[in-house]
């Protein structure tokens, strides 16, 4: 059960479930059962007071927590299915608002930056994402030998999962020639080997990512979402594709 869903943390749960195991127990023996300290235990018991998981039991100047039966969840969740539901009733007229705005390609797009390697996979995560949620079937990468290395560690099913989208991919190389593209790829080869500027590039449906490697194996990327820089970028990628 992820508590996020109900509006909790994971150290929430922990302490929920401590007091599962040791009913009307202090904030004292709760810290030293999870090892949060006793001022976050506090602050944990206080928000699941108020979520309903939770009761505080006063004896005289001594007080302790008991936990709730765990299928007072259920309720929660349909409090908040309540309330999504009457949320939802308004949200016509207020996506409404910024209709102006949405048809505006210069007022939403944004840049964002990843560092390391769960950094590169969020990237790699957004092309699968962009391409299927817009329909691209294929999209285009300048690679490099020494990113390539750490593209696919927090991903290493990348490519199966490209394949079974059946999105296809433009690839110009930097670096040694490779024997056979993977599936649905294309291949063409820019200056000589070892040619590796250390920067990897993918322009997919209206955004560019740019992932650079530094002299210490450092990786970090950033996705420039705009519609004018991709299509230039594109336009740059095919003609060039053309001449090699």
């Not at 922990?14 to 506090?42: C, D, M, W």
């Not at 039966?69 to 608002?97: F, N």
Request: hydrophobic share 40%; charged share 25%.
């Amino acid at each position: 059960m992820d508590f996020s869903l109900i509006g909790l943390s994971s150290r929430d749960k922990r302490v929920y479930e401590a007091l599962v195991q040791h009913p009307e127990a202090s904030v004292r023996k709760i810290a030293e059962h999870t090892s949060i300290n006793r001022g976050s235990v506090f602050e944990s018991l206080k928000d699941l007071v108020v979520a309903g998981m939770v009761t505080q039991v006063v004896y005289g100047k001594r007080s302790v927590y008991r936990a709730k039966d765990p299928r007072v969840i259920y309720e929660i969740i349909g409090e908040k299915r309540g309330e999504l539901l009457q949320a939802r009733a308004g949200l016509e007229s207020y996506v409404a608002s910024f209709s102006g705005r949405a048809n505006d390609p210069d007022f939403f797009h944004f840049t964002s930056a990843y560092q390391g390697d769960e950094g590169l996979a969020a990237i790699l995560r957004d092309v699968l994402k962009t391409c299927r949620i817009n329909d691209v079937k294929e999209y285009r990468a300048i690679s490099s030998p020494r990113v390539s290395r750490y593209l696919y560690n927090n991903f290493a099913h990348f490519s199966r999962e490209r394949v079974r989208q059946q999105l296809a991919v433009k690839v110009l190389r930097q670096g040694e020639r490779l024997t056979a593209p993977a599936d649905f790829s294309a291949s063409r080869y820019l200056g000589h080997a070892p040619y590796d500027t250390g920067c990897y590039t993918l322009i997919y449906g209206q955004k560019v990512s740019v992932i650079t490697i530094n002299q210490f194996n450092e990786t970090s990327g950033v996705i420039i979402d705009n519609p004018y820089f991709a299509d230039v970028q594109r336009q740059l990628f095919d003609a060039m594709w053309e001449m090699l």
